[in-house]
């Protein structure tokens, strides 16, 4: 059986958006979600909070720069990548986060991020 990497997230951007160009000109937009996780011990209401990295490319990261601000809460569909550098120092580092597919603004009366259809390359 084939592998699976799917990552479906709702939650709250930490910081607004940060968008650049890679050299051949693809948009990477690159965003912070906090995504809350209640629950219930005895009599008592619990909260954990996530902080996760998101990544989006082309149409979809240009529509999130234009669209999105720190506090606005989205659905963010995509699968789940890991990130690996050396520092100039030689140390080795790595970092998970999602490349997203699909950026949906969620906020009330808001309408999804335009683009977000498109299947972008890596």
Same mark, same amino acid.
């Given at each position: 059986? %084939?592998?699976?990497?799917? *990552?479906?997230?709702?939650?709250? =951007?930490?910081?607004?958006?940060? #968008? ?12 912070? #979600?906090?995504?809350?996780? @209640?629950?219930?011990?005895? +009599?008592? &209401? /619990?909260?954990?909070?996530?902080? &996760? +990295? ?6 979809? %990261?240009?529509?999130? /720069?234009?669209? #999105? @601000?720190? %506090? ?17 120092? %030689?140390? /080795? ?9 699909? *950026?949906?603004? &969620? +906020? ?11 299947? =972008?390359?890596?």
């Amino acid at each position: 059986m %084939g592998e699976y990497n799917k *990552v479906i997230l709702m939650g709250n =951007l930490t910081r607004d958006p940060e #968008l650049r160009y890679t050299p051949a000109g693809l948009a990477v937009c690159e965003f912070p #979600l906090a995504v809350h996780h @209640r629950y219930r011990i005895h +009599d008592e &209401i /619990k909260e954990d909070v996530c902080y &996760i +990295d998101v990544v989006a490319f082309g149409r979809v %990261g240009e529509r999130a /720069k234009e669209h #999105l @601000r720190r %506090g606005s809460r989205v659905l963010v569909d995509g699968r789940l990548t890991q990130r690996r550098w050396e520092t100039p120092e %030689g140390q /080795k580092r790595s970092k998970y986060e999602v490349a997203a597919n699909t *950026v949906q603004f &969620i +906020d009330a009366g808001s309408t999804p991020v335009p683009g977000q259809e498109e299947d =972008l390359p890596l």
